[in-house]
């Protein structure tokens, strides 16, 4: 039992630990921060919002009105000049610009759909939608305009740079997997020479039919959060010429040792991995020992997880510590002025919070196995083990059922309605549909026929009916557990061990005293307890015989005494006390006549 408390004990103070490191790892003004940057660059004007930016004449009035007056510091509100001071800044005063901001686009080859016979004489040319395999990656002149054989192309913004020059990575957007290279312009220099660049670029028709993808990337850091921003603008174009805007903002925290706790949380981090050597020895030696058997038991699983992923966030977290030192030194080589990309930087960043976060939820599941010793826990674990073929063949049904109804909807309203425009969102708005959010509006416009139907069967069908089934099977095997104990483990006892040690150790209470037995040789009795009850029934035992004596004489020798009998209280019945009388001497004078 003391063993089972000291496994307690040292997993809640990994699990402390565990928690200490990732909520580290998250700062309270991430949030704030991208608020901060995308109110500066994409909510900052109504009519100029970056998310109605639908067309490329659009866009550069964008860039020329909202995003580069908000890269550099404006005058003061008396039309004073900013300081020198606040060179490198953005126009919020705070957010200091790492590198330079890029402008890459994404280009593919014109003719390579093939057209319709019927319409060959009307449309010129067929151009199909962007991938990574039929990306541009050309040099051209200016304007686009093809390099003669010994020509070679010196204008940078229309040369391909391939992504490792870049440091990029590949970007998903909505409609596509775009590549970390492309054709890249480099605003430089002051605020008038980027706006000039930029009328050049619109001039030469830098984005004309071919370009499919659009990006506006570059990073801030705030001294005063410590706090760095890696920002992402992106406008797509697809096949039907739609351009669709679509912005990524990351707050990312890299400096962890730069408050006052930065001793506290080594320590906690170097805990941690003295914990994480521990466990995994530990699951080395279960695997050796128990071999086949150690897969089929659930909680191994779980213990095995945890240990493989904190091993994989440790990988990562000192992976992330010497990307950052490296591009700090290269950010204060170059005066602030060299090309500095943090977007690998924030991915491995974010694969770091989702190993934290399952490694934190596998953490705290692991507690309901900790927690087996209780009574009511033990019954959840034992009706979902009791109900799990019933539930398991529901599940079946219910996919079977829930897929008919998601082709349905899809068929129908993936023409008219958003929330149903591809069979994943389909089944996104299915399953908000089944916990009341639905937009009812949208399908009966899309389809008054159709729509009242689909909507009144599946609701019955899957809301009504496969739901309440579902409940059914939980309530049914619940009963059933409850009334076969045999079901249940038979550790429950130890819960009121733990509660009696804890009241002994704090005062709290008083704790149930276990009487010893005779049957279980487990139940041991200290010698000492059983001498000191000894010597106070021997010191107490003369007092005893004097009660005694005391009690026989006023009940048989004194009985019509009133002050001899007030310890019988209210109670005392004279009649009663002489039929006693008669009962005794009739026993005696039977017992003498027998001898």
């Known amino acids: 039992m003391y063993s089972i408390i000291r496994e307690i004990i040292f997993y809640m103070v990994f699990l402390w630990l565990l928690l200490i490191i990732s909520y580290g790892n998250r700062d309270p003004n991430s949030f704030n921060y991208m608020e901060h940057l995308s109110t500066l660059f994409i909510k900052d004007d109504p009519y100029n919002d970056y998310m109605k930016v639908t067309s490329r004449h659009r866009f550069w009035n964008y860039a020329h009105e909202i995003f580069v007056p908000a890269l550099f510091v404006q005058d003061w509100y008396n039309g004073d000049p900013p300081d020198d001071d606040l060179t490198g800044f953005l126009n919020d005063r705070y957010s200091r610009i790492m590198g330079h901001v890029v402008v890459r686009q994404l280009r593919i080859h014109p003719g390579q759909c093939s057209l319709n016979e019927k319409f060959s004489q009307i449309v010129d040319e067929c151009n199909v939608g962007y991938s990574m395999s039929n990306q541009d990656q050309d040099s051209y002149g200016r304007s686009w305009r093809h390099l003669g054989e010994n020509e070679t192309a010196t204008i940078p913004e229309y040369i391909y740079t391939p992504a490792s020059d870049l440091d990029g990575y590949p970007f998903l957007g909505r409609h596509g997997l775009y590549s970390g290279g492309g054709y890249v312009a480099r605003l430089l220099g002051s605020e008038s020479e980027v706006h000039d660049l930029l009328y050049r670029l619109e001039a030469e028709n830098w984005i004309d039919d071919y370009t499919k993808a659009i990006f506006i990337e570059f990073s801030t850091y705030n001294a005063q959060v410590n706090l760095f921003g890696v920002v992402i603008l992106l406008l797509e174009i697809t096949k039907l010429g739609a351009a669709l805007p679509l912005y990524r903002i990351d707050p990312v925290k890299l400096l962890s040792y730069f408050s006052g706790f930065a001793l506290f949380q080594v320590v906690c981090e170097g805990l941690f991995l003295t914990f994480?050597?521990?466990?995994?020895?530990?699951?080395?030696?279960?695997?050796?020992?128990?071999?086949?058997?150690?897969?089929?038991?659930?909680?191994?699983?779980?213990?095995?997880?945890?240990?493989?992923?904190?091993?994989?966030?440790?990988?990562?977290?000192?992976?992330?510590?010497?990307?950052?030192?490296?591009?700090?030194?290269?950010?204060?080589?170059?005066?602030?002025?060299?090309?500095?990309?943090?977007?690998?930087?924030?991915?491995?960043?974010?694969?770091?919070?989702?190993?934290?976060?399952?490694?934190?939820?596998?953490?705290?599941?692991?507690?309901?196995?900790?927690?087996?010793?209780?009574?009511?826990?033990?019954?959840?674990?034992?009706?979902?083990?009791?109900?799990?073929?019933?539930?398991?063949?529901?599940?079946?049904?219910?996919?079977?059922?829930?897929?008919?109804?998601?082709?349905?909807?899809?068929?129908?309203?993936?023409?008219?309605?958003?929330?149903?425009?591809?069979?994943?969102?389909?089944?996104?708005?299915?399953?908000?549909?089944?916990?009341?959010?639905?937009?009812?509006?949208?399908?009966?416009?899309?389809?008054?026929?159709?729509?009242?139907?689909?909507?009144?069967?599946?609701?019955?069908?899957?809301?009504?009916?496969?739901?309440?089934?579902?409940?059914?099977?939980?309530?049914?095997?619940?009963?059933?557990?409850?009334?076969?104990?045999?079901?249940?483990?038979?550790?429950?006892?130890?819960?009121?061990?733990?509660?009696?040690?804890?009241?002994?150790?704090?005062?709290?209470?008083?704790?149930?005293?276990?009487?010893?037995?005779?049957?279980?040789?487990?139940?041991?009795?200290?010698?000492?307890?059983?001498?000191?009850k000894e010597e106070n029934v021997i010191d107490a035992f003369p007092d005893k015989v004097d009660q005694l004596l005391d009690s026989i004489t006023k009940m048989y020798f004194n009985p019509s005494s009133k002050e001899n009998l007030d310890f019988l209280g209210s109670k005392y019945d004279p009649k009663q006390m002489y039929l006693k009388e008669s009962n005794i001497n009739q026993d005696k004078g039977f017992m003498a006549h027998y001898k």
């Not at 440790?314 to 943090?342: C, H, P, Q």
């Not at 010793?373 to 019954?379: A, Q, W």
């Not at 061990?497 to 005293?513: Q, V």
Request: net charge positive; aromatic share 18%.
């Open 276 to 532: 994480v050597v521990f466990f995994l020895i530990k699951e080395i030696n279960n695997i050796r020992q128990q071999k086949k058997k150690y897969i089929k038991s659930f909680w191994n699983i779980i213990e095995f997880s945890i240990v493989s992923l904190s091993i994989a966030a440790i990988v990562l977290y000192f992976y992330r510590f010497i990307v950052s030192n490296k591009l700090s030194a290269t950010f204060r080589d170059s005066g602030g002025a060299g090309y500095i990309k943090l977007q690998y930087v924030a991915y491995w960043n974010e694969l770091l919070g989702y190993l934290l976060g399952i490694i934190v939820f596998l953490s705290n599941l692991k507690f309901l196995k900790l927690l087996r010793f209780n009574k009511r826990m033990s019954l959840l674990s034992s009706t979902l083990k009791s109900a799990s073929a019933d539930i398991l063949h529901y599940f079946i049904m219910f996919g079977i059922i829930f897929a008919s109804f998601a082709m349905a909807f899809y068929l129908v309203f993936a023409k008219k309605v958003f929330d149903f425009a591809d069979f994943i969102y389909t089944l996104e708005s299915l399953f908000a549909t089944m916990l009341g959010k639905f937009r009812w509006h949208a399908m009966k416009d899309a389809d008054s026929v159709m729509a009242p139907l689909l909507f009144f069967f599946f609701i019955l069908s899957v809301t009504f009916i496969l739901v309440n089934m579902f409940l059914t099977i939980l309530n049914e095997n619940f009963s059933e557990v409850k009334r076969n104990t045999a079901k249940q483990a038979n550790e429950f006892e130890m819960v009121e061990f733990m509660m009696s040690r804890f009241k002994l150790w704090t005062g709290i209470g008083e704790s149930k005293a276990r009487t010893a037995s005779p049957l279980i040789p487990n139940n041991k009795v200290n010698p000492k307890d059983i001498t000191l």
